[in-house]
């Protein structure tokens, strides 16, 4: 376990940051458009973090609503730029070298809005694969691969929009994978799924793309017993920066026997860790049910949905 310190140099590994820090300015109201002056305020949710994850570990970073994970994921996916600090993924750096940065890592979020719904899954993979520049049977090899991994063959030809929660956050898992990335960037995975649904998402990252895969996975989470059961170490991220890191149970082994991952959160941020509300989103659309994994399958009834929104 190791307190997070200052200072230090950028080295070889997956991922490297050295005083990383981003600052939103507050927006200028009509007075400072007047006097041509910042605006008072701003936020710094990524504050002089240093942190470096290892080849093929599964890293986590724990914290609640508004600590800062999804900005400082976007700055690693170099979807943000940061204001201070320095960054490497995969040995490139964020700023100078965001092409390779994004040739070589792939991004799970919970955003469905970004997929085509019209399209069936299969055509949104195809759709996804082609803006990487693979030749059309590369690109038709690929999602056929990744629609078995994700276990979505079956429901390869639905349309998007028939897709229970759990599958649309598989499919953003698939599309993560198209580029075969070194590094996968999953911002709360199980976030819009129930217990049950995001039980069976946890299972299949474990198995699928870290065991079978060993991909190098950075995962932010406001899940505790996703940090324990994904983790191989977790940072308890706060008010943008890391307060302490280590593997689940060392962490909780620190604070005495019986102590849970909710009390070192407790003890490092003197905050309680509120779970995110679930989401209810479903974990089963309509015409599809679970089977004895957790996972949706379509029923009967699905053909008679009205196809066109
Ligand atoms: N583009 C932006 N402009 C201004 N402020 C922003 C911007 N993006 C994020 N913020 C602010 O940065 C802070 C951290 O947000 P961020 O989304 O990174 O946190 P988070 O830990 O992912 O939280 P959540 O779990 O609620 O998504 C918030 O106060 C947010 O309002």
Redesign the pocket.
Known sequence: MTRASGGGTIADNAIEMVNLTKT?AAPRGIADLVHRRTAAGG?T?VDGVDLAVEEGEVFGLL?P???????LIKILCTLVLPTAGAAKVNGYDVVKESGRVRESIGLVTTDERSFYWRLTGRQNLEFFGSLHNFSTDDGREMVEELLGVVDLKDAADVRFLNYSAGMKQRMAIARGLLNDPAVLFMD?PTRSLDPGAAESLRDFIRKEIVGSRGKTIFI?T?NLAEAEELCGRVAIFDEGKIKVIGSPNELKASLGDGSKLSDVFLHYTGKRFEERGRAGAGATAPGFRPDRRGFPHRGGGLGRRRGGV
């Not at 609503?65 to 900005?71: D, Y």
Request: glycine share 22%.
């Open positions: 939103f936020v949710p914290g609503n508004g600590a800062g994970k999804t900005t709360e932010s406001h």
